[in-house]
């Protein structure tokens, strides 16, 4: 018997956060370089990592210091939450997992999306 359902959010609640991911990455990295920018054809070997992992592939492939990471990282959050400021999510959603809810199932959320992400993400999703 089913008693819990665990949702991930990036690519499964919420579709578009692939993209703004990847571009408040980009334009932290930017301000910085354009040598380090992650090109459109390259995407595919980023996805699915977390901002760290992102980083470190970054640093072996284009030379990026590690000692910028922590300060690229901070900048690429302040930039996601510019974006997500921005962003239109749809919320037709809600009334799912009410239904689920209210038939005794546990709901869960899976994410690597840090914290303040996340609940910005769901706040804006009511």
């Keep these: 018997m089913i008693k819990a359902i665990f949702f991930d959010l990036d690519g ?3 579709d578009s956060t692939k993209e703004l991911h990847i571009k408040a990455l ?4 930017q301000e910085l ?3 380090h920018v992650i090109p459109p054809d390259e995407l595919p070997m980023y996805e699915a990592r977390s901002t760290r992992q992102k980083l470190i592939l970054l640093s072996e492939r284009t030379g990026l210091p590690t000692s910028l990471h922590n300060s690229i990282s901070k900048k690429k959050q ?3 939450h510019q974006l997500l400021l921005q962003h239109k999510f749809e919320t037709n959603r809600r009334r799912f997992f009410y239904r689920l809810k209210n038939k005794g199932y546990k709901l ?3 994410t690597n999306t840090i914290r303040s992400t ?9």
């Design 26 to 29: 980009n334009n932290a990295l």
């Design 12 to 14: 499964t609640l919420i």
């Design 33 to 35: 370089s354009s040598a």
């Design 118 to 126: 996340t609940l910005m993400i769901l706040k804006k999703m009511n």
């Design 108 to 110: 869960a959320l899976c």
């Design 78 to 80: 302040e930039f996601t």
